[in-house]
């Protein structure tokens, strides 16, 4: 339950595009503790939900913590490579409103949904960019067809991510095409 609440938070944060504050961050964990104390999944949970619900509204409680200290998170530990880039993919989409696809650089359909926005990355299988241990060992090339200011938008979302620099490939007036690196 702690890290769902956790995964809440983040997404709930990433869609604003700030981070929350204290108070508001509680009042989110405590809208979102309500809604899954009379679902199912945490009925044997429930009265310790409302519980933890009420003590957290009269004190200036900092539930985030408390669920770190559940899952054992520690500061110390950085996110590999791989959550990276998953993280800046969900941020390109979320910024874009589009689905990032996937497909082979020989195989990509550049016609794709005529006249919209699509930005594609360009590999045959994705998992061999990456080692076992999450770290980038190969670039990775994105397309992206789109206005010049979502353009900008993508590689806005790039420097989000202090782990990858990138390098601008191919640029012309529909499309732009550029390799991220670890």
Known sequence: MALS???????????????????DKNS????????QSSSMRYKLLKKKIKVLIQHSKGNNYNLEKMFLELINYSESVSLTQLEEYLLLVRSIEKDLGLTVLLSSPHEVDLKYSE??????????DLN???SQDGQMIAPITFLVRSSVYERSAVLASVYKFGQFSHNVQY??????????QG
């Open 28 to 35: 989110l964990f405590r809208l979102w503790l309500k809604k």
């Open 128 to 130: 061999s960019h990456f």
């Open 5 to 23: 609440a956790l995964l809440h938070l983040e997404f709930h944060q990433l869609d604003k595009g700030r981070p929350l504050n204290l108070t």
């Open 115 to 124: 006249g919209k926005n699509f930005v594609c990355v360009l590999a045959a």
């Open 171 to 180: 640029e012309d007036g529909d499309f732009l095409r550029f390799e991220l």
